[in-house]
């Protein structure tokens, strides 16, 4: 059984694609679903339920998600003044407002600065009998209108559309179930279509979750709470989880210097604290957090990252970063389900550390080999011996190294039995 998951009680991601006049697909509708019922989860809050769902499109990337073409994300109205939308790109997301039950003063200002942002707006379940929406309607790009459940007359229908097209708003007509639903919705004068006679929402199969830490959202407060961006970037690199995520999202936004991204303190750099603030709740907001046998391969990620670290200072001191990279990722087979080097190409590590993954033929590969068998009995004299011969350093070197990880280790401190307890003890 992989050790990897599809956040609790199973909930996956679906995509449905809207069409034009024309029948081409010009952008998708994504929601969450739970993979047996396939249905939202009815015990699931709609701001947790959005929370989870700009995680994955985060995790997954918002390009890949849409395949070039722009997602759209359902948004109760509350979650607008949020801030986690800074974590996503305008040009491939568009926000769906749903439930929309109150108009604030806060509300219409975070509508306007997303808006003004370049995010593609689009109110839900539209109609102008619906007051409460008409605040709304002047910042918003499109209207949905329910086909299923129409309320206007022959008549009404054609005033609605014609006020509709003279403010210039797109009017996507969904629920359309039958081939007399699309022939009158086109009639009509829609101007996109969604609905099972076009096309059933699928699952995004890409999607996965490399779990962190409560430990991790704990810190990361505190250090904000200081302003201190060094003490961030240090919690994050005590969790693969939340490393992965991070250097993900900042490779992604900033792809013209991927390549110059190679540690999370290089990604913390392109950031305001403003921005880590958000990952930060991106991170806590979900409650990803992992179950006792995750924990276990995240406590043995960080314990070889730090080993790692610690012989790459006695043998190649100028390494020590891609170096903690490469132990923190080498179990990601176990946590994921990924082969680390897929991970370190995905993410545009350094090509030293994808071949220290692939062939071992190099430096980072000669210490992550090192890594393992001081993982395996890191008190065998023998062991201590014949690495301290290959790095030609002192074996008190070695055993200082293996007591520097080991204490690096006791200060992370969370639930979870070990399989490698000589080593954590």
Not at 187 to 212: E, K, N, W
Not at 213 to 231: F, P, Q, S, W
Not at 287 to 312: G, V
Not at 416 to 424: E, H, V, Y
Request: net charge negative; aromatic share 10%; proline share 4%.
């Amino acid at each position: 059984m992989p050790l990897f998951k599809i956040y609790k009680a199973m909930y996956v991601l679906f995509k449905q694609p809207v069409f034009d006049r024309e029948g081409n697909v010009v952008f998708y509708e994504v929601t969450l679903r739970d993979l047996k019922t396939k249905t939202f989860p009815k015990d699931l809050d709609p701001l947790k339920a959005t929370s989870i769902t700009i995680n994955i499109i985060t995790e997954v990337g918002p390009e890949r998600v849409g395949n070039g073409k722009p997602v759209f994300i359902n948004v109760p109205s509350l979650f607008l003044e949020a801030t986690m939308f800074e974590l996503l790109p305008p040009e491939f997301i568009g926000i769906e407002l749903v439930d929309n039950r109150s108009i604030t003063n806060e509300l219409l200002k975070a509508v306007n600065e997303l808006v003004d942002r370049g995010f593609t707006f689009c109110i839900d379940d539209f109609g102008f009998e619906k007051v409460n929406y008409l605040p709304l309607l002047s910042k918003c790009h499109m209207v949905k209108i329910n086909w299923k459940e129409l309320v206007y007359s022959e008549e009404e229908l054609r005033e609605v559309m014609g006020i509709l097209k003279e403010l210039r708003k797109g009017v996507i007509a969904k629920y359309i179930e039958t081939e007399e639903d699309y022939d009158n919705a086109k009639r009509a004068g829609a101007d996109y279509f969604q609905g099972f006679y076009l096309a059933r929402p699928l699952p995004i199969r890409d999607v996965r979750s490399l779990f962190f830490m409560k430990g991790t959202v704990i810190k990361l407060y505190e250090a904000l709470k200081n302003r201190d961006l060094k003490k961030a970037a240090d919690v994050i690199e005590q969790d693969v989880g939340a490393t992965y995520r991070l250097l993900r999202f900042v490779k992604s936004l900033y792809r013209e210097r991927a390549q110059d991204i190679n540690s999370v303190e290089d990604a913390i750099s392109f950031l305001s604290l403003n921005n880590v603030a958000n990952f930060t709740l991106a991170l806590a907001i979900t409650e990803l957090f992992a179950e006792h046998e995750e924990e276990e391969y995240i406590k043995r990620s960080l314990l070889r990252a730090s080993l790692a670290e610690e012989l790459a200072k006695l043998y190649a001191p100028e390494m020590k970063e891609k170096a903690y990279l490469t132990g923190l990722f080498s179990l990601t087979d176990e946590l994921m389900g990924e082969h680390p080097q897929d991970i370190a190409k995905e993410l545009e590590l350094d090509e030293e550390i994808v071949e220290a993954y692939e062939t071992r033929h190099n430096e980072l590969g000669l210490i992550l080999s090192l890594v393992e068998l001081l993982e395996e009995d890191p008190e065998n004299r023998e062991v201590i011996g014949k690495i301290s011969s290959i790095l030609k350093v002192p074996e008190d070197k070695i055993r200082q190294a293996v007591q520097n990880a080991k204490r690096i280790i006791k200060e992370i401190t969370y639930p979870g039995k070990g399989r490698n307890k000589k080593l954590t003890q």
